[in-house]
């Protein structure tokens, strides 16, 4: 954190001076780690362990904050009968499927309740919905109907909600596209009125199930598998532990160091389970906080250049036989929380896209969408151009020629391309690998073969537009603009503004029913400036959304299904209240409170912690005054206190919902977690997720060793990808496996910018970092022949890259399973452009992807470091070819689905 | 006098008996400015690298950026910047940034310069024919309306309002490749 967020490190500091102890856990030393209390290095790849020991540990020592537990979570609800967990089943959960390489889901649902998935893609359940019986049906069950704080709510079956006992089918694959945004707002869905046992000793509740299934992770598992000895891990647990609580909370702050995994999301989750037992979401000092590396990554999340989502993380439709607006609302919402209400939403989003076509006549133009029909996601994207159907290819801000993984299968991709587009403020290697790219030096390549077009736009800078970013705390922020863009720089306000408009007049009357979404597009922005800018705010105020009388809409409560109102975002509603920029609110932190929540706007309704209903008690007031965020007014029966509350202002502690009741009129006054379906955090996830409904720790695609847990290595439903040019590593058991016998793991230096293309340009950034370098121990060095400041060469059976030798005891050999592993550190903002040059380190790495969300596995792999510069021209591809004959890899090397079996 | 020109004289004979103040003033730094000293306004701004979210004064004067500082005010930062912070007058302002657009031809071994107008024409062009050549509305029977013959990377280091009209144009095309670095 200190290394790449350091100005949100002061804040780590303050706290540290106010006694807080600040823990870091970390395969390398850092800038972070020399100011920490306690350093942990540990394997990289391994954290699912590490986290699930202390889980293990908050258990088995009783650590856990159980009021929390019992009143916030599902630990009390009861899963069925016919689950299996990885403890019955060797490192698989029941419902797996190895043809399809998918599991089934509803082995993993709450007793006597229905689910559908919310996160990602929440049309998990659909035929089960929609395709399995009508529309409707009873309710999924009774729970107990509490009448105090803490008892579960009673609710009703909603519109919608299908019979348990339809048959579905279950042909489909559960895995179809990104299930989850790791950093998004996605609730999942479960039926709303599970069964549960609030002493949570039933053997089949989740907590129960959650014991049993950590219980292998003790500390020596920890040490034999992190290589963290246990006695230091042991001090983790207890400092975490006497750090959590009803006086004291604990924060976790991960960046992609947690994500870039094949099982990157069941890392948050083994984060989010310890929280929740600790007490420490939706608290002041609590929470798992993702530190996200661009200024506006969480915007572009929210409002999504992402395939899977649409604004506000509403689904994008999965093709279904006959699918309209009401079976996609069906499939897609939950009956309790506030995804019950889906279709407002939807309804108000189709409005301020398609406005005067959009009326309850034509579905309010939900036919316009284009449909999903798997993942589409940008490592299928690279994939689809190699095959040569992907021929038009638009790059914004983005370098994937040095910042995504297995770069070279990147740059093959773009040369089969017809034309690409670039814009940048630079000349990125993205836009110029046709020339002077790695391909080209090695001969793979031939520049007066290639037959792309490439279009090189010149980039607008920050401070020639106006606009907003959202940062990691989901606060939006308004930048003004000092001055226009020079020459022909322009915003991507501009660009895509007029490219729209071009476009409109190009195909004006078509009357092909394919150019129809186009034409009825609402696109008339006004422009400003000598070069006809677009508004910023007035794109700013259709995000907010209007009534049915143009009047700026003030909160997503206001919206409504029957087209009455327009809202580019539901989860933006209210920045632009009144008519007012919300996210230009600048009152100086020093005239405010802590919470500050007159600087910029954070959404929800300016809501600065998420689900703080969760920061008092059942009963309404704060678990201790030290920790008081808000708290139920009795006297003037309202939600108070330094935040704005996370839940329906009115809505007493003691509030049930009557029978019948839906959406957020279904939440209890004791539901915090309002985006769930059942209201309640889930330590035991019974849908949504693509690999299983706990964490499990399984080894990396490349990895020395295998998997000390279960007999299964590998995450069984990771996504691999047969490419020639993908190559994977030998397992461990395999005679080729000491080919590649090093720990690899990429990161980010604080003088650099991810793919270097914001930094590799600037002198005083370029002269602070002015060469691509790798991070060895002295112990590898002396084993391998390294020298410091010399130079060696990293070889994978993807590619081979050279860089500076940095020998440093920063890097720390770990014991694990009675051998020692060398890991080595590889910064990865360099490539051959800017003022500072260096190999890609991302070209080392594979397309090995976590099965949710289609992230690459970057963050731990393997590969071999030898002394001197990697051979030039045509011998560089020699070097990885003997280095693949040599460790017998092909094609199939890698890709078993149950394999360490 | 001539004399009174040496620090040293100064010191001695002035009020600025530790040297510290008047006594070691050249006429070189007598003369200097601040930087943002004669800005014409100051526009309050937001850092563009990463998601912490600093805030920034940025000075401009004669139209042009002539500094670009931490802005005390932001209850996120209190007015640091970090060294990719404080580098944003030269991202913004450096010689490295291009201001031309560029073509790079089939088969050619360099870049023209193109006009903008022109250069947008053909990117419509691209898109309408791709889009057409490539355009499925079913896919294994079922209603798909969209293309996947296009794609596109790129918005976390840009603004909301981008991403939105990014979004709202390439859906209304039936582009359904539209990807960023969060899934990187």
New interface residues.
Partial sequence: MAE?????F?WVMEAKARGATVIHVDPRFTRTSALADLHVPLRAGTDIAFLGGIVNYVLEHERYFREYVVAYTNGPTIIKEDYRDTEDLDGLFSGFDPDERTYDFHSWEYEGAELSPSAGERDEAYEDKVGGGPAGGGPAGDGPAGDGPGGGGPAGGGPGEGDVGVPVDRSRRVVES?RG?A?GSGGAAAAPNPERDETMEHPRCAFQILKRHFARYTPEMVEEVCGVPRELFVKVCETLAANSGRERTSAFCYAVGWTQHTVGVQYIRTAAILQLLLGNIGRPGGGILA?????????????????NL??GYIP?PH???D?DLDSFVAGTATEKGYWGDMRSYMVSLLKA?WGPAATEESEYCF???????GD??????VQ??LRG??????????N?AV???NGRMQRLGMAKL??L?V?D???IESATW??DGPEIETGELR????????????AA?????N???????R??????????P????????W??????R??RE??AGSADE?DR??LD?T?DYPTEGRIGE?T?EA??A??NGWDGDGEPLGSYEQLNEDGSTAC??WI?CGVYAGGVNQA?Q?R???E?SWV?SG??WAWPANRRILYNRASADPEGKPWSERKALVWWDEASGVWTGHDTPDFAASKSPWHRPPRGARAAEALSGVDPFVMQDDGKAWLFAPAGLADGPLPAHYEPQDSPVANLLYGQQRNPVRRTVADRHNLYHPDPSAAGSSVFPYVLTTYRL?????AGG??R?????AE?QPEMFCEVSPELAAERGLEHLGWATIVTARNAIEARVLVTERVTPLRVQGRTIHQIGLPYHWGPN??VRGDAANDLASLALDPN????EAKAFTGDIRPGRRPRGPAKAELVEQYVRRAGVDLETGTGVLDGR | MQMDRWPVVRQLRGEDRTGRGAAVKSQGSATLRPRIGGADRVVKSICPYCAVGCGQNVFVRDEKVVQIEGDPDSPVSRGRLCPKGSASLQLTTGSARRYEVLYRAPRATDWTVLDLDTAMDMVADRVIATRRATWAWEEEGKRVRRTMGIASLGGATLDNEENYLMKKLYTALGVVQVENQARI
């Fill in positions: 790449c967020h350091p100005v949100g002061q990104s945004q950093h530190l996200r590396g661009h200024a506006s990554i969480q915007g572009s999340t929210d409002i999504p250049t992402l395939f649409l604004p994008m093709a279904h036989m699918e896209w036919d316009y969408l284009p449909r999903l029909t589409h996601g940008t490592y299928q994207t689809a151009q159907e992907c021929k038009g290819y638009f790059l914004a801000g983005e994937p910042g995504s993984a017809d034309w587009v814009r403020f630079s000349l046709w020339k520049t007066e073969e290639i037959d792309t077009e490439v279009l090189f736009f010149p800078a920050h401070t020639e537009k606009g907003s970013f959202t940062n990691t705390q606060m939006l922020q308004w930048h003004h603009a000092a001055i226009e020079p020459g022909d720089a322009r915003s991507e306000l660009f895509y503004y007029h490219l729209g071009i476009i190009k195909l394919m979404p186009v597009l696109w677009p910023a794109v700013l259709e995000i580019g975002c933006y230009a600048r100086p932190g020093r405010q500050a600087w910029g604080t003088e650099h910018h991810t914001m930094s340009w600037q002198p005083y950034l602070l800017g003022y969300v289609h992230i690459q």
